[in-house]
């Protein structure tokens, strides 16, 4: 219920111009990326601007856009004004940004070389895919809906506060320890039913319950 408060609290205030909800992402000097949205409303298209430019508007016939590399500078590309459900980029970006967008559901920034990811007020995402990145830190608190999170294969040693909703975490080698001898995760994620260790430093986890034997990998962990 307090989820649901918040979401419709959100979307009134970005849609009355209190927030701003924007997408930022940085594709880096002689870079290409191609962003593509979905669930889009028609009459409530997306906008893409790269530096301060409006270049293109998402539809239902052209949901994607391919950015040209700039040989010269870093590409910041903003996406705002409209609702839509899923955001998936492929090439290469840096940096990604999600402020105020509440009607994200699923993100995919997979194999993008991405350092820096900020997320703040995203009540409605429930998945997210960061794996295969450069990523050493992740704050996801703000999603207070994630069911899935997916940052096996980058350089994590900070997971932040992690939220309670989630079904499915994926942390595979990353090489991440904790300061304690076990990783308690009991209380703080009750629902978990997936989790995948495999390739960190961890001495010993407890999963609540809902964790089966064959869903939780803990595979080897490197203490080298």
Known sequence: MKQRLLLALLMLLTSAGFLKAEITITVPKGATSTITVSDITTG??????????????????????QVKADAEKDQTLVI???????LTITGKISNL???????????????????????TAAPGLKSLDLSNNKLTVINVA????????????????????LPSTLLDLNIENNGFSISGVT???????????KLNISGNKLVDVKVPATCADANFTKGIQDFT
């Open 97 to 119: 940004e999600l402020n105020s967008y509440a009607s994200l559901e699923t993100v995919k920034a997979s194999g993008v070389e991405l350092t820096s990811f900020t997320l």
């Open 80 to 86: 705002s004004n409209n609702p839509h459900k899923g």
């Open 183 to 193: 990783w308690d995760l009991t209380t703080a994620l009750p629902k978990l039913t």
């Open 142 to 161: 703000a999603a207070s809906k994630l069911e899935t999170l997916n940052v096996a294969y980058n350089k994590i040693v900070d997971l932040g506060i």
């Open 44 to 65: 409530q298209e997306p906008v893409l601007s790269i530096n301060g430019s409006e270049v293109h508007k998402f539809t239902t016939s052209a949901l994607s856009y």
